[in-house]
């Protein structure tokens, strides 16, 4: 019983203690398009995958169109594509979407975004979850550890995110 108190506690005390929050504000039309994953924290369904993208597209009812590719195992593999939608759960800020694939929502929370939308980091509140995107195929040194400073200080476990490889140039994809 004390056990089961103490762990209670514990994962009380830890989820207080690195609230997750979201950007205060995306403006949906500017985040549609396409977008490269720079590095995440690696999902079963994205086993072996390199050259991951995902693209956004608005939907005549204002939810969105998501297409998720990836290469299996070389830029040359076979093409692995989901097809999803989301939609708008906070239409204050527009930084927390569900989004669905198969079965059941997701929680798809913008944590972190460019002023100039060239790069963004989602999470979910239960932070078990990390992409971090850009719209170029990589992301400058800089702003890379810049953002990884950033994600240490929210609480996130810097060890568990793995860079995705992407081609240079787009002949390659």
């Given amino acids: 019983m004390a056990t089961r108190f103490a762990l209670l506690f514990f994962l009380l005390v830890t989820s207080l203690a690195f609230p997750l929050d979201t950007v205060p504000h995306v403006d949906l039309k ?3 398009g396409e977008w490269y994953e720079i590095a995440s924290y690696p999902m079963f369904f994205q086993k072996g995958c390199v050259a991951t993208k995902a693209t ?3 939907r005549t009812d204002g939810s969105i169109d998501v297409l998720n590719e990836c290469r299996k195992a070389t830029f040359e593999g076979p093409l692995k594509t989901a097809s999803g939608v989301a939609k708008v759960m906070d239409t ?3 930084a927390k ?3 669905r694939f198969f079965i059941g929502w997701g929680d798809y929370w913008i944590i972190d975004l460019d002023d100039n939308y060239q790069w963004a ?3 979910e ?3 078990k979850y990390l992409w971090i995107l850009s719209r170029n195929r990589w992301l400058d040194e800089d702003i890379y550890r810049n953002i990884l400073a950033r994600l240490k200080e929210k609480g996130f476990d810097l ?3 793995k860079t ?3 081609p240079l140039s787009r002949s390659e994809f």
Avoid: A, D, G
Wanted: aromatic share 8%; glycine share 0%; proline share 8%.
């Fill in 92 to 94: 204050q800020t527009n």
């Fill in 121 to 123: 980091v989602v999470s």
């Fill in 56 to 58: 956004y597209t608005e």
């Fill in 30 to 32: 500017r985040y549609l």
């Fill in 164 to 166: 995705t490889p992407q």
């Fill in 97 to 99: 979407l569900k989004v």
């Fill in 125 to 127: 509140p239960r932070m």
């Fill in 159 to 161: 060890s568990r995110l």
